[in-house]
C-alpha cells in the first residue's frame, strides 16, 4: 500500500534503521537546526531525527525526513528514483506532437485518480477552541532569523477564476497568535492567486497543512505546469488518489491524513515585514514586505508530529528534493529539448540555481542556443548557471566538466550574460582534434596487464555513456 502519511514513512525509516528518535529536551530556537544541520552535513546525509520533546510546546518535530537520494526515493515508493524517470518517459511517449507541458497534462489525464473524500479525517481529530500559531513548535534556525519559520508547509490556494487549486511549499513566519507571514516568489501560483483576489477586492481563503503523504510534500516543491494541479501529480507518483478533507471556513481542500491544518485568509493589501531569512546562499535573506496570514480555525491529530527542514549552507535535505526534481522532469525536458541527454543540478546551487546539461555528439556547438531556450522554461527560469558539455560521460563527474570547461569553452565566444544569469557552451567545437589512444593497443594491455608486474588499480576510462532515459 502506498504511503499515507508523515507516520507511515516515519515507520518505514525507523525499520531500515534511517531515523533516530530524540528523547532528550531541545530547544526549538537555535538548538533544533543546529543538530539538524550537524546530521545533514555528515556523510550520506544522516538519518531523519524526531525531536520527541521540545522545549515549551506539546508537540514532536521531525527534521532531515528527504535527506538522502535513497530516502527520497523511499518518500515516492521506488527503489530508485530513475525508475521515475522512465515511468515519465514512458506517459509521455504516449502524447506525441504536442509541446511538453501540453503532453504532460494528458498524461495526467490519461492516468486521471477521482479525489476521495472523507468525512472524519485524521487531521480534524481535535479542533482547537482558541487557534494559536504560537503552540507550534516553529523552528528559529540561525542566530539572525527575524523570527521563527514553518519551513515545510503545504499552502492551498484557489484561482477565483478558474477554480484551478494550487499546493505550493512557501515559508511561513509566525508573528503572532493569529496571524503570520507568508513569503512567495511574484511568478509563483500562489501569488498570482493573490493578485487575482486582489483585483476582485475580496479576501483570499488559505489553507496551509503540514504532513500528509509524502509524495504530496514533495509534489508541493515542483515545479509544476499551472494546468496540472499538485494533488493530481501527487496520485500519478503513488498509484493512488491522496485522500482530501473539506475545510469549515472556505470551499478549500487539505489532506486528510495531515498532521495540523490551518485554516484562514488574507485581506488584499495587507502586508507585513518577513525576515530576515538564513538562506540556502549562506547569507540572510533580508526583511521585506509579505502578505499576511490570518488564523480562524485549527485542527490537528492527536499526538501530531510537524515536520519541518532547515535552510542553510550546502549540503542540506533540499538537495534531495532537487535530486527528485531532476531526475522526474529530465523527460518532459527532452521533449522540447531532444539534444539534451541528461542534467545534473549542483549542490552548491540548491538546484535551481546552476545545472550541467551534458547534449548529443551533434548539438555541439549550438550550447548557447539551446541555454538561451532553457532560461525560457520554467525548470531553469531562475537559473544562475547553466553549462552545456559533451554527452561523453555523466555531466554528474565534475572533474571531467571542469576539464572540459577549463579547455574547451571560449570566453570571447561561448560565454553568455544576460542579467544575473551566465550560460557557457563547454561542447567540442568543429576543428579539433580529440586525443584517443589506440584501441587495439587498449586491448592488447588490458590482455597483457598481468605480465607487467605493476601492481596498482586502474581505473580505465572506456568513454562512460551518460545514463539515458
Excluded at 559533451?390 to 565534475?398: E, N, Q
Aim: net charge negative; hydrophobic share 40%; with cysteine.
Amino acid at each position: 500500500m502506498p504511503l499515507s502519511d508523515l507516520r507511515d514513512f516515519l515507520s518505514l525509516l525507523e525499520s531500515g534503521g534511517e531515523a533516530v528518535r530524540v528523547g532528550v529536551e531541545v530547544d526549538p530556537v537555535l538548538e533544533i537546526s543546529a543538530v539538524t544541520d550537524r546530521v545533514c552535513k555528515s556523510q550520506g546525509g544522516g538519518p531523519a531525527l524526531l525531536f520527541e520533546k521540545v522545549k515549551g510546546h506539546p508537540f514532536r518535530v521531525a527534521t532531515n525526513l528527504f535527506g538522502s537520494e535513497d530516502r527520497m526515493a523511499q518518500a515516492l515508493e521506488v527503489s530508485c528514483l530513475d525508475e521515475l524517470s522512465a515511468r515519465m518517459t514512458k506517459a509521455l511517449a504516449a502524447q506525441q506532437g504536442d509541446a511538453a507541458e501540453e503532453r504532460l497534462r494528458r498524461a495526467m489525464e490519461g492516468e486521471q485518480f477521482s479525489l476521495r473524500r472523507t468525512a472524519h479525517p485524521p487531521c480534524a481529530e481535535l479542533i482547537a477552541e482558541e487557534p494559536d500559531l504560537l503552540s507550534l513548535p516553529a523552528l528559529k534556525n540561525w542566530p539572525g532569523d527575524g523570527g521563527r519559520f514553518l519551513t515545510l508547509p503545504l499552502v492551498f490556494t484557489r484561482d477565483p477564476e478558474s477554480g484551478r487549486p494550487n499546493c505550493g511549499m512557501y515559508r511561513v513566519q509566525v508573528f503572532d497568535s493569529r496571524s503570520a507571514g507568508l513569503h512567495w516568489s511574484p511568478r509563483s501560483d500562489g501569488a498570482r492567486h493573490a493578485a487575482a483576489w486582489a483585483r476582485r477586492g475580496e479576501p483570499m481563503p488559505v489553507v496551509i497543512a503540514f504532513g500528509g503523504p509524502p509524495a504530496l510534500i514533495y509534489a508541493a516543491s515542483a515545479p509544476l505546469p499551472e494546468q496540472i494541479a499538485e494533488v493530481d501529480f501527487a496520485a500519478w507518483l503513488r498509484g493512488e488518489p491522496v485522500q482530501m478533507s473539506a475545510c469549515q471556513s472556505c470551499d478549500l481542500e487539505a489532506p486528510a491524513a495531515a498532521e495540523f491544518v490551518l485554516e484562514g485568509y488574507m485581506v488584499p493589501g495587507e502586508s507585513r515585514a518577513e525576515g530576515p531569512f538564513g538562506n540556502h546562499t549562506g547569507f540572510y535573506a533580508p526583511a521585506a514586505p509579505a502578505p499576511v496570514f490570518r488564523l480562524l480555525r485549527m485542527t490537528r491529530r492527536v499526538d501530531p508530529i510537524l515536520p519541518c527542514t532547515v535552510v542553510g549552507p550546502p549540503p542540506m535535505e533540499n538537495l534531495y528534493l532537487g535530486r527528485a526534481t531532476e531526475r522526474i522532469f529530465l523527460p518532459l525536458l527532452r521533449c522540447d529539448f531532444p539534444e539534451i541527454v541528461d542534467v545534473h543540478f549542483l549542490a552548491e546551487g540548491i538546484y535551481h540555481g546552476a545545472a550541467l546539461i551534458a547534449v548529443r555528439p551533434e548539438a555541439a556547438g549550438s550550447g548557447l542556443e539551446i541555454i538561451r531556450g532553457l532560461w525560457r522554461n520554467r525548470l531553469f527560469q531562475g537559473s544562475r548557471l547553466l553549462v552545456t558539455v559533451d554527452a561523453d560521460g555523466p555531466p554528474s563527474d565534475r572533474s571531467k566538466v571542469l576539464w572540459r570547461l577549463l579547455n574547451q569553452a571560449d570566453p570571447t565566444r561561448d560565454i553568455l550574460v544576460e542579467g544575473d544569469r551566465t550560460g557557457i557552451d563547454a561542447t567540442e567545437k568543429e576543428g579539433r582534434l580529440r586525443v584517443r589512444a589506440d584501441s587495439d593497443v587498449l586491448n592488447l594491455v588490458e590482455r597483457r596487464w598481468g605480465a607487467y608486474g605493476i601492481d596498482v588499480d586502474v581505473e580505465v576510462d572506456i568513454g562512460e555513456k551518460p545514463r539515458e532515459v
